[in-house]
């Protein structure tokens, strides 16, 4: 078997409406052989799915690039299909067959007919109507048809209707961006939903992040007040002759039975007030108004969509002792709830949505803080009515009921989870019920606030995109579920949001919604402007978005740079500093470690990380530059921070964690550090103080550090603070306090208590980079090469990860034997190379499926390193095992290198 399939076009599956002139084709190579690697492709495209007349042949290449090729040397034509497949050789003489075809669609790129269609708003008719307007179009059709499609946008959410029914999945469209600099459009096939003579065309529009409320101050409309849409309609007929059927003039504007929908507050709808698309006479319709507004700034959807990606049904309905009504989701969700009901006309319930329950066990929404979270629906009467929101969302695990009559019956509800659709990448299991659960809240988290944006949090008046949060959870999230669009898109807003002078706001997209002009520029927030799409490098090989935000990374390097009166040292200017850190003083929310120690740290590893950005893109001067720079950041941060008998003098957590992680000490003075840090996890009861930013990197240091036992007591602490304390309180998402909810059932303040944040499961990268040891090589990125390092440790006795690569699945299971064997399963996937590192010099002690390690001729070659084996293998499935050895009996090293064939 050698087969060519899972075909992506800008890491999408038959994309439709890319505006991009070279999109980048990925694939996989499936083989049952080991050491396979892809020696030559080709690439065809056609306008037909049968692929029998080709428009573009890239002719055999010589090469063994299977990921982000270029589909360069043909030019795409707007607004249409391209059907495309691969096939590929093998160095061992094999030929694929061609893939099954793949697509993608272009849509209007830079057409110089773009958007012919005018921008329309609901008209001063409705102008003091709170209501969700409506907009409206007839018109006739009286030719065969073979393809229609839509390319809309709006100011605010839209959601289009045609002949009646709901034009394709998406939700929250067109998601947010800085609205006032990018908007997106998107695309839809509608060609099976025309009808022959008369067609309706319609939309509603509702205020979103765009005219809503959005931050902590009550604030409304930051982007604008005036809801729009902008769509244009194309029609190819059968004779070939085109048609556009436009926004503009002629078409009419009512309001709609959704009262007012707002993304914090909720959505309240009066079903006696519905109209039929199809039937223009119960509602009353006046002219729309055209709006003025540029066009320029609209770009083709670069983020996957929203959509419903589960349903969930009530685990229970409780009575609480207030005598609430109230649906227990068994999960802090985000999304809505979908209903059905019946009753009288005029009835109306409510449904209110809260993350937790206090104490006693009532409902709970006090740190929603100003954010309702309310739904009210009113009966129009006469049958079962089911009813789901349509512009807002809830992060909530509890339902409470008003206003339904009794029996209530479950089956009537289920809760709608609503996130960007990313491809689920990474799964990891182990032996411990506990840590399983840990990962499971770590995944809801980043469900729950990977709607668009990244945020924060999915249920107070907050949900914003703090940068901060967002650079400490990207490498989590890219091991779980395939973020490359998703942060494509955000960083293309940072850009968008950055200031002249470089700095970064707090949150992305900005529009000042703090309502302060200083609101930007902390450090570990700002740096999400270089971790990202370093990060994004490393875990997909993404170089065109490194390329892309180069200059975004070098600004922010600027920016800092210019601060203060000296260029090496970061000590001006507002920090969040290791943010929310447990050795705060009382009263406040900043950790203990010096906020510009945390600063000139993180302006070292922002540096570090440009330079290595520097030489990829072949800026090699600007490398040579930041080279310098760095060496220069880290003398002075050693000259200040540190003494020259290498003792460093914050003495907290976080400052230890940093200095090891980011590389900022003399080799010699390593091990000192991390001895020392052993002793403040220790001081602290074997228990974590970090914050924000020393917690993400804790246990990795630990673990490169030579200390994995501590990492795993850590990992397993059960009491405060830790990370399973919150699991064994019952949570189902990642809180953002240690002591969210403490023990006896008290709750921290009010004013600032997500139960659904996703910075501190951060430590999932830790699951899978150290635990299960799956780990990427910056030099070949994507996956292009992987190194295996599984590191068992007390009180697990099996792990199991796998996370679907860009090339294909890489797993790595290890398994204690009760007879002392250890045993370490891996699957490299085809074209990729990698690494697996096992705890044993002693080759003689290592068997591949029984077989000594030197008679195995996939494996290119093994070497000692430390008291380790390397061992160098191609693609393929392994199982190695060994005898684990005693706890302090290391075997005499035994440094061999075989090569092979
Ligand atoms: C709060 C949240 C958020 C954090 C900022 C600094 O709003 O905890 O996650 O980034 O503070």
Known sequence: M???????????????????????????????????????????LSLVPEMNRIEWDSGRQHSNRSIH??????????????????????????????????????????????????WITAGAALKDDPSCPRLRRVFELQKAVVRATIYATALGLYELHLNGARVGDHYFTPGWTSYDKRLQYQVYDVTSMLVAGQNVIG??????????HLGWDGRKGLFGDDCALLLELHIRYEDGSEDRILSGKDWMASA???????????????????????????????????????KDIIVAQENVPVTAMEQLKPIALLTTPEGDRVLDMGQNMVGWMRFSVQGDPGQTVELLHAEILDHAGNFYTENLRSAKQQVQYTLKGGGV???????????????????????IQIDDFTGVVLHSNMERTGEFACSSPLVNQLHHNI?????????DVPTDCPQRDERLGWTGDAQMFIRTASYLMNTAPFFTKWLRDLRADQHEDGGIPFFVPDANVSGSDSAHSSAAWGDAAVICPWTLYEMYGDTRLLAEQYDSMKQWIEYIRSQGDNPYLWNTGFHFGDWLGLDSKPGSYVGATDRDYVATAFYAYSVSLTRKAASVLGYDQDAVYFDQLHAQIIQAFRNEFVTPAGRISVPTQTAHVLALHFDLLEPEHRK?????????????????????????????????????????????????????FQVTQGATTVWEHWDGMREDGSLWSRDMNSFNHYAYGAIGEWLYRDVAGIRPDEHRPGFGMVHIEPQPGPGLD????????????????????????????????????????????????????????????????????????????????????????????????????????
């Not at 228990?687 to 020393?694: I, R």
């Open 2 to 44: 050698f087969i060519v399939n899972h075909l992506r076009c800008e890491y999408r599956k038959n994309p439709i409406g890319l505006d991009i002139s070279s999109p980048r084709i990925s694939w996989h190579l499936e083989s049952d052989a080991r050491n396979v690697v892809q020696e030559a492709y080709q690439i065809q």
């Open 69 to 118: 090729v270029e589909l360069t040397g043909w030019k795409p034509v707007p607004r249409t299909r391209y059907y495309y497949r691969v096939r590929a050789w093998d160095g061992a003489g094999n030929e694929s067959e061609w893939s099954e075809p793949a697509f993608f669609e272009t849509g209007l790129m830079d057409a110089e007919d773009r958007w012919q269609a005018d």
């Open 203 to 212: 939309a509603v529009l509702g205020d979103g992040w765009y005219g809503g």
């Open 256 to 294: 709609s039975a959704i009262a007012m929908s707002d993304i914090y507050m909720g959505e309240t709808y009066d079903a006696r007030l519905e109209s039929d698309w199809l039937d223009a006479s119960r509602a009353s319709w006046s002219p729309a108004a055209i709006l003025d507004h540029a």
């Open 385 to 407: 009515e089911t009813y789901e929101p349509h512009f807002t969302f809830q992060g909530f695990r509890y339902v409470k009921l008003i206003g339904f009559s009794e029996p």
């Open 443 to 451: 995944l809801w988290g980043q469900k729950g606030n990977f709607l």
């Open 672 to 724: 000192r550090a991390g001895d020392q840090l052993v002793k403040l996890v220790e001081e602290a009861g074997n228990h974590l103080t970090t914050g924000f930013v020393g917690t993400p990197y804790l246990n990795p240091v630990l673990s490169a550090a030579g200390h994995r036992d501590l990492a795993y007591t850590l990992l397993f602490q059960k009491d405060y603070p830790s990370w399973l």
């Open 798 to 901: 099996w792990v199991k990860a796998k996370v679907d690569t860009m090339y294909g699945t890489v797993s790595s299971a290890w398994h204690r034997q009760d007879n002392g064997e250890m045993i370490v399963e891996v699957h490299i996937p085809a074209n990729v190379s990698g690494t697996v590192l096992l705890p044993l010099a002693a080759k003689a002690a290592v068997k591949e499926q029984g077989q000594p390690l030197e008679e195995v001729t996939a494996i290119r070659a093994f070497r000692a390193e430390g008291t380790d084996t390397r061992v160098e293998l191609g693609s393929g499935s392994y199982t190695f095992t060994y005898v684990l050895p005693k706890a302090d009996e290391h075997p005499e090293l035994e440094a061999e290198k075989v090569q092979s064939s």
